[in-house]
């Protein structure tokens, strides 16, 4: 079974609509992020969390929210999506302790398309 | 404050041919560096990481030098395959954000 896994893979929507993206991990992980993957942009930073009671804005969090139910679980928001939304979303985890503390674990992606 | 600047792609090799992938950073202290790659269809995997000054990071036949004198870590491998053909991420690591900082992204494309 995949470590962080990301539902759904795919997702097609429209305009003001509300959608959430789900992430979950069994890697024992205290800190999760959202990022998004645009082309020639590389991966932008929307939102992390380093602990269950803990929410940090990322570079671009305009138009998205999270929630952090558990540990392992972190969910990502567009309460009105957008078509610039249009983009790869995904989920990454670390952990704060021992000596790979800087590695981050990518779930595979969800791919979300704004009509 | 703290940036990753890769070279653009996409970049088309022959298999068989010298990789390189260019990276430069800027960052105060002493970030560590990393380069991920993300093969089609898949989320990112760390490909090597490198934590200080002089270290080399290498894997799968692919290595990459943490130069602090002129801020780089370019990638290099001596002889690419199709199964090569992907997009390779340059990355930093600071503690003061706790944060990955990623470049753009290089894609590659290796022809048989």
């Known amino acids: 079974d995949a470590d962080v896994t990301q539902t759904p893979r795919n997702r097609i929507t429209k305009t003001g609509k509300r959608i959430m993206l789900e992430c979950s991990q069994t890697k024992g992980h205290d800190r999760m992020y959202w990022y998004r993957q645009d082309p020639g942009l590389g991966l932008r930073l929307i939102y992390y969390s380093f602990d269950v009671k803990d929410i940090n804005k990322g570079e671009i969090s305009d138009g998205y929210s999270v929630s952090r139910q558990a540990q392992a679980k972190f969910s990502l928001s567009l309460e009105s999506a957008i078509p610039n939304q249009t983009a790869l979303y995904f989920c990454?985890?670390?952990?704060?302790?021992?000596?790979?503390?800087?590695?981050?674990?990518f779930g595979p992606g969800t791919r979300l398309t704004v009509l | 404050g703290n940036s990753v600047t890769q070279m653009e792609g996409p970049v088309t090799l022959s298999e068989e041919a010298f990789l390189t992938i260019n990276c430069t950073y800027t960052a105060t202290g002493y970030p560590s560096l990393f380069w991920y790659v993300q093969y089609p269809g898949e989320g990112l995997q760390l490909l090597l990481k490198a934590t200080k000054a002089d270290d080399k990071g290498s894997n799968k036949g692919f290595e990459a030098t943490y130069r602090k004198e002129t801020t780089s870590f370019h990638l290099e491998k001596g002889s690419v395959q199709v199964s090569d053909s992907a997009v390779y991420f340059c990355?930093?690591?600071?503690?003061?954000?706790?944060?990955?900082?990623f470049g753009q992204g290089t894609e590659l494309s290796v022809k048989p």
């Open positions: 990355a930093l690591y600071h503690n003061q954000g706790g944060k990955l900082i």
């Open positions: 990454a985890t670390s952990n704060s302790l021992g000596v790979r503390n800087n590695e981050q674990f």
